[in-house]
C-alpha cells in the first residue's frame, strides 16, 4: 500500500483514503465540438504510460475531499512530490529522480 | 523434435529418462530474420508457431528480454471462457475455445485443458438481469451459457452456500460448461517447443532497446542488447510493456500498465470442482490439479511496472472468497504475485496493423488475455503474414480509438474490471 502525502491536509495518509484518478495535465479542450478526431483521440484516449517517472491525479476521497497531482516512480512506486491543483508540473532534478528509481523491496522487478 | 507418447514414455522409463531432447533449441541470434515477435510469452510463441505451422514462415526470432513464459503467461490464474457479450469478443474468445480443445494434440504437449465450467455467479436482481441478457446473446453468437438456479448450481459446485441468509445470496448463475482451465506454462512450453521444431529462433535474455525505421518509415529491425537484429516486420506482444516499445517506434498507445495480483492456498485434496465467479463481490477461485485454490485479485488503482501491487488488495479479495465460501477461510495463502496488464479504455485488445509499416501490435488484453492465447495467436500469426486482418480480429483495430467503433466490454465484459 502506498503512503501519499496530501498536498492540502499537509501529512502523509494510506492510500485506502484516496482514489487514483488518472493521468495528470490532461487539458480538456475548450472548443471540443470543433477539434479533430485526431485531437479527441490524443485527449481522450492515449496514455503517457511511462516507465519512469509519472504524473498523476489523486483525489483525497476519504479526507479532504481535494484533487491533487503527483509525481511517481512507476517502477519503484515511490513518490517523489505531490502538489496541489492547478500547479505547474515540477521540474525534477536528477537527484530527486535517482532518489526514488531503486526497486521496490519485494522481488520480482 | 522427439514426438511424446506412451511409447516413448515407457521406452524413457526404462533407461532412466536419459533420452530426452531438449524442448527448445538456445540459438543465438542471426543478423537478419523474416519476422521478429517480440515478447516470449504465450501469444508470442503461438504467434510464432502459428506463421510456421500454417503460413510456411519460419525464419523467426521471438526475442525475450527474460526468460520465456515468465510474464503473464505464468502469472494469470488459467481461466478459460469465452462468454463475451459483443459479436467481435465472441468470435476471438469462441476461436480460442475451438484451438483449445485441439491444442493438446495439435501442439504433442499436455497443456492440462480442462473443460470444467465456469460459474459465474448472481447476488441481486441486477445481477440476473445481465446475466441471462449474456445468456441470450452468447447463445445467438454460437457461445455456450446457460442459466442455472441456486440449487443448480449447488449441485453443480457443492461447496457454494446457497443459503438466503448469506450476506451475498446466491440468486442463480450463467454456467459456461465449455469453459475451464488450462496449465498456463504448458502453454507456453509446447508452443515454445512446437515452433522451434520447425525452426523459430527463441531467443531469451534479449531485450529489445530500440525499434529501427527506414527512409520510407517502414520497420527495418530491432536494437537488443545482443546487438542488432533486423527483420522487415515486428510484431510486439509484450503485455505491460506494449507503450514502452512503442514509443521506440514513434507510436503512443491508448494504453495504460496496471499492476494485477494473484494468489494461491497450500494445496489440498479436490474440494472445488470448477471455476466460480463473482462480480459483485469481485472473486473468482479454482483449485489446480496440484491442489492449491488459485484466487484472483483485481488491480491497483495507479499504473505501474513493478509487478507487485497493494496487500490491501489481496485482503479484501480474500474477504469474499470467505464470505462466499466460509470453509476456506482457514485455508493458509502460500504465494501471491503480481503481473503488469495493459488496459485500453474499451477494455478491448488490440490486435493490429500499426500506422508504421512492417509493425504489428497485439496488446491491450488488460487483465483476462491468458483465455484467447491460441486464438489471439492464430489470427495475429494471419495479420503479421498477409499483411492484413483476419476476419475475427478485424475489428480490433488501434483506429477504433478515433473512429469511435469501440468494442466497449468494459462494462458488458462477464467480470468487472
Known amino acids: ?109 | 523434435m522427439r514426438r511424446y507418447s506412451a511409447f516413448s514414455l515407457a521406452r524413457e522409463a526404462m533407461r532412466s529418462h536419459t533420452g530426452w531432447d531438449k524442448q527448445w533449441d538456445n540459438p543465438e541470434p542471426r543478423s537478419r530474420y523474416d519476422v521478429i515477435i517480440v515478447g516470449a510469452g504465450g501469444h508470442g510463441l503461438g504467434t510464432a508457431y502459428y506463421l510456421a505451422a500454417e503460413h510456411g514462415i519460419t525464419n523467426i526470432a521471438v526475442l525475450e528480454k527474460g526468460w520465456l513464459g515468465g510474464g503473464n503467461t505464468g502469472r494469470n490464474t488459467t481461466i478459460i471462457r469465452s462468454n463475451y457479450l459483443y459479436d467481435e469478443s465472441a468470435g476471438i474468445y469462441n476461436h480460442a475455445i475451438k484451438l483449445w480443445e485441439g491444442l493438446s494434440a495439435e501442439l504433442n504437449y499436455n497443456v492440462m485443458f480442462s473443460q470444467r465450467g465456469v460459474m459465474m455467479l448472481a447476488h441481486n436482481v441486477h445481477d440476473v438481469q445481465v446475466a441471462q441478457r449474456h445468456i441470450h446473446a452468447n447463445r445467438l453468437n454460437g457461445v455456450d451459457n446457460q442459466w442455472l438456479t441456486p440449487e443448480e448450481a449447488k449441485a453443480f459446485c457443492p461447496p457454494l452456500n446457497i443459503s438466503r441468509s448469506a450476506r451475498y445470496p446466491v440468486m442463480g448463475a450463467a454456467l459456461q460448461k465449455k469453459g475451464g482451465t488450462a496449465r498456463h506454462d504448458a502453454v507456453a512450453w509446447g508452443y515454445a517447443r512446437a515452433a522451434s521444431a520447425r525452426g523459430v529462433h527463441i531467443i531469451q535474455n534479449c531485450e529489445v532497446t530500440g525499434i529501427h525505421r527506414g527512409a520510407d518509415g517502414a520497420v527495418t529491425g530491432v536494437e537488443t542488447t545482443r546487438g542488432t537484429i533486423n527483420a522487415g516486420k515486428v510484431g510486439v506482444v509484450a503485455a505491460g510493456h506494449t507503450s514502452v516499445l512503442m514509443e521506440m517506434a514513434g507510436l503512443r498507445m491508448p494504453l495504460e500498465s496496471f499492476p494485477l495480483q494473484a494468489l494461491v492456498s497450500e494445496p489440498v485434496k479436490p474440494v472445488f470442482p470448477c471455476v466460480v465467479m463473482s462480480n459483485s463481490v469481485h472473486a473468482y477461485i479454482s483449485q489446480s490439479d496440484k491442489g492449491e485454490l488459485v484466487i484472483g485479485a483485481g488491480t491497483d488503482q495507479y499504473t505501474s511496472y513493478s509487478q507487485t501491487g497493494g496487500l490491501h488488495i489481496l485482503s479484501h479479495t480474500l474477504e469474499a472468497i470467505c464470505e462466499m465460501f466460509p470453509m476456506f477461510t482457514r485455508m493458509k495463502m502460500l504465494r501471491t504475485w503480481g503481473g503488469i496488464v495493459d488496459v485500453t479504455p474499451d477494455r478491448s485488445p488490440i490486435l493490429a496493423k500499426t500506422p508504421v509499416k512492417g509493425l504489428y501490435a497485439n496488446c491491450g488484453w488488460g487483465t483476462g488475455g491468458f483465455k484467447a492465447t491460441p486464438g489471439s495467436a492464430h489470427v495475429f500469426a494471419h495479420t503479421i503474414a498477409r499483411d492484413e486482418p483476419h476476419e475475427i480480429n478485424a475489428g480490433f483495430t488501434l483506429e477504433r480509438f478515433r473512429t469511435g467503433r469501440l468494442i466497449d466490454e468494459a462494462a458488458a465484459a462477464a467480470v468487472a474490471h
Not at chain 1, 3 to 29: K, M, Q, S, V
Not at chain 1, 86 to 101: F, H, Y
Open chain 1, 1 to 109: 500500500m502506498l503512503l501519499i502525502r496530501c498536498p492540502y491536509c499537509e501529512e502523509e495518509r494510506p492510500e485506502l483514503e484516496f482514489a487514483g484518478a488518472g493521468e495528470a495535465h490532461i487539458a480538456r479542450p475548450a472548443n471540443m465540438s470543433d477539434i479533430s478526431d485526431e485531437d479527441f483521440e490524443a485527449f481522450f484516449f492515449i496514455r503517457e504510460n511511462q516507465k519512469g517517472i509519472v504524473f498523476e491525479r489523486w483525489r483525497h476521497i476519504h479526507g479532504c475531499g481535494r484533487f491533487f497531482n503527483a509525481a511517481r516512480h512507476s517502477v519503484s512506486d515511490k513518490f517523489i512530490v505531490t502538489y496541489k491543483a492547478g500547479e505547474p508540473k515540477p521540474e525534477l532534478t536528477d537527484e530527486q529522480i535517482a532518489a526514488v528509481a531503486g526497486a521496490t523491496g519485494k522481488s520480482g522487478k
